[in-house]
């Protein structure tokens, strides 16, 4: 029996803001929402389940919610809340879209929305007028996907321009926006080498924070369908059948030891803040 597939208008699925089902939460003590105004992402990144959509699910790569609905929930959410909120947007890359970005920017400040934002974004594929939108929109902090720098990104169809990431990190936080930045550890044929370059590459970008990952593949990926063909060794299966993996070039130890070490490394001055921070307030 062939299942009803589900509706391609993302405006079809009911808001769960608008229809009041998390009022008790948005009028009580709410510091913090998630938001998505698109899903899917245009991309092929072999290791990342927003290909899952359309490569297995039949749907179109990238759907968007109306720019009406966007507002729409922006404007509940802000009265609901009286503006005290930030707002994280769950968009796979939401600067992937220059013109549906420049009305939606440009919505949020006619509507007067002035709520603070945080976006996912591909760094390198910024230019200086998404910059200035973002900015002005409300957006604190962007998270960006720096990965690896070196051949394995090639391997899982990931290209991006180092030279134009540089550039638009450093205008970012000339414009006083956060940047949290993230490393995949374990993809396909990384070796050492790679990943302590790739290290030594962030640590002059001068990023806020960072995050080194050892990288599974979730199920559906390419990665995970097929490992052996990556170059990827089933290290363990848990109960509930999550996988981890090792890789050729780099086993699950090492793997770890240096999404550790990476960790210590990218983020001392923020630790040691931490440190001082909690020293402070125990002391107070």
Request: positive net charge.
């Amino acid at each position: 029996m062939d299942l009803e597939k589900p509706p391609l208008d993302l405006d079809e699925y009911p808001s769960p803001y608008l229809v009041g089902i998390l009022d008790d939460y948005l009028t009580g003590k709410c510091r913090y929402l998630g938001l998505q105004t698109s899903r899917g992402c245009p991309f092929n990144c072999a290791y990342c389940v927003w290909n899952i959509q359309w490569a297995f699910e039949g749907l179109p790569k990238i759907r968007y919610f109306s720019l009406d609905r966007v507002i729409e929930e922006l404007k509940y959410i802000k009265r609901k809340t009286k503006g005290k909120v930030g707002i994280e947007i769950y968009d796979a890359t939401f600067n992937e879209n220059r013109n549906r970005l420049r009305n939606l920017c440009q919505a949020i400040k006619d509507n007067k929305i002035d709520l603070k934002f945080g976006v996912r974004l591909r760094a390198d594929l910024l230019n200086d007028e998404q910059i200035e939108m973002l900015k002005s929109m409300g957006v604190w902090i962007v998270r960006v996907g720096i990965e690896s720098i070196g051949d394995s990104l090639k391997i899982v169809n990931r290209i991006q321009s180092q030279t134009k990431m540089d550039t638009n990190l450093m205008n970012l936080r000339k414009k006083g926006i956060y940047i949290s930045g993230n490393i995949m550890i374990g993809l396909p044929e990384q070796t050492k080498e790679e990943v302590t370059r790739t290290i030594e590459y962030v640590k002059k970008l001068n990023i806020n924070v960072f995050t080194v990952n050892v990288y599974d593949p979730p199920s559906g990926t390419d990665l995970y369908n097929d490992p052996a063909h990556h170059g990827l060794i089933e290290f363990r299966v848990t109960e509930d059948g999550r996988k981890f993996f090792e890789t050729s070039f780099l086993n699950r130890k090492e793997l770890i030891e240096l999404a550790r070490k990476g960790n210590m490394e990218l983020n001392s001055v923020p630790n040691e803040l931490l440190k001082i921070y909690k020293r402070l307030v125990t002391f107070s």
